[in-house]
């Protein structure tokens, strides 16, 4: 059975530019979650989305951005990129919305911001 | 707030020996509790988890974590480590059923042969 996907893995943008990642989530799964992962601040939770619709958002700005689709996929959304977006972004996916559900984790996408 | 602490940033040690990893979290009336391990370059992983039922969890790779109620504490153990142990270990908990998962700020394990 497949893990889950993000994409891409890695990537380079400059200030002011906007980014886009991508995260499919294993078969089944509905749920996903994204996360800002940093040195600094460690995990951050951004938002979470369970059949198309945001379920709960963390504590970023207007910035940062997300959806999901039909098929439970997710994208997450960075416009305005500053340097302080650089960070590994991981996506987390899981069957359904309780607490007990236990989270599976993509590899990351690993955003620099120059 | 509700939070969840490892005062441990970095935990260096040397192989075969034993490790415990320490997490505190706020006093709540439930809690779910997790250990999840991250490689480098890659995503997290669980380790083992708390939902309900006996104090003592077992994981996977040899560790186990006990939960504590009276001192809202969910320690990670390892009785002997091995280099490939190496990496950040994190700690995280649900609070009453929020359904939104809360990481300590993680532990660096070093395991040195």
């Known amino acids: 059975k497949a893990g889950v996907t993000q994409t891409p893995r890695y990537l380079i943008k400059t200030r002011g530019q906007q980014v886009t990642l991508s995260c499919s989530p294993i078969s089944g799964h509905r749920s996903v979650s994204w996360y800002q992962q940093t040195p600094g601040q460690g995990l951050q939770f951004l938002f979470e989305y369970f059949s198309e619709t945001q379920r709960n958002k963390g504590n970023f700005p207007g910035r940062f951005s997300g959806r999901q689709f039909s098929n439970s996929r997710s994208e997450m959304n960075v416009s305005t990129l500053e340097l302080g977006d650089s960070a590994l972004y991981l996506c987390?996916?899981?069957?359904?919305?309780?607490?007990?559900?236990?989270?599976?984790f993509g590899a990351g996408s690993r955003l620099t911001v120059l | 707030a509700q939070s969840v602490t490892q005062l441990d940033s970095q935990v260096p040690v040397f192989e075969e020996a034993p490790v415990e990893l320490r997490c505190n979290y706020s006093?709540?009336?439930?809690?779910?509790l997790f250990w999840y391990v991250q490689y480098p370059n890659q995503g997290l992983q669980l380790l083992l988890k708390y939902l309900s039922g006996s104090t003592l969890v077992k994981g996977i790779n040899g560790f186990e974590a006990e939960f504590n109620k009276s001192q809202t504490s969910f320690h990670l153990r390892k009785p002997s480590v091995h280099i490939s142990d190496t990496a950040e270990y994190f700690c995280?908990?649900?609070?009453?059923?929020?359904?939104?998962?809360?990481f300590g700020t993680g532990t660096r394990l070093q395991v040195f042969p």
């Open positions: 006093s709540s009336v439930s809690v779910y």
């Open positions: 987390a996916t899981s069957p359904g919305v309780s607490g007990a559900n236990v989270l599976t």
């Open positions: 995280a908990v649900i609070y009453d059923n929020t359904d939104k998962l809360i």
